[in-house]
């Protein structure tokens, strides 16, 4: 199964293509999709439904991994981060790639099975669990990472819920 983990944003997108087969990993590939700060912000939603659109037809994921957003203070980021996401979702759907959405408490639980980890925790596991040498970077990276892992961890269950 090929799956590819999102961290969402709109300056930074962190990506993360893995294969999952036998309870094994491998990380195909990781990274992420950055936009530039004087852009405007239609043109930032732009350059990432493009550029995502780039790596999933190169790499054509069956899911989509997506982190849910939580925002206590900022508004005006989390509609941002959210537009953002929007942006993700239809880019996968206009691809028929099947999209399961992760808190990051489900993420840490299914990464190291600790809710509470931290998040250098998590990217010492999404490291070890993916047999990497060194934990992905960027950060964005190896987040998306870890939701992908959660989405693999948890896919039959979450498969089965659906209607």
Do not use: W
């Amino acid at each position: 199964m090929r799956i590819i983990g999102i961290d969402p944003g709109y300056a930074i997108v962190g990506y993360g293509v893995t294969d999952y087969a036998a309870g094994r990993f491998k990380a195909i590939d990781y990274g992420a999709i950055t936009t530039k700060p004087d852009m405007s912000f239609d043109r930032r939603l732009e350059e990432i439904h493009l550029d995502l659109g780039t790596i999933l037809d190169e790499y054509k994921p069956e899911y989509m991994a997506l982190e849910k957003i939580f925002f206590t203070t900022n508004q005006k980021t989390a509609i941002d981060v959210a537009q953002a996401r929007g942006v993700i979702i239809l880019t996968a759907k206009t691809r028929s790639i099947k999209i399961i959405e992760y808190t990051p408490l489900q993420v840490k639980s299914a990464v190291t099975g600790y809710g509470k980890a931290t998040k250098k925790q998590i990217q010492e596991m999404t490291a070890r669990i993916l047999s990497l040498d060194t934990i992905p970077k960027p950060d964005d990276a190896a987040d998306a990472l870890a939701v992908a892992i959660c989405l693999a961890h948890s896919y039959k269950s979450q498969l089965n819920a659906r209607p």
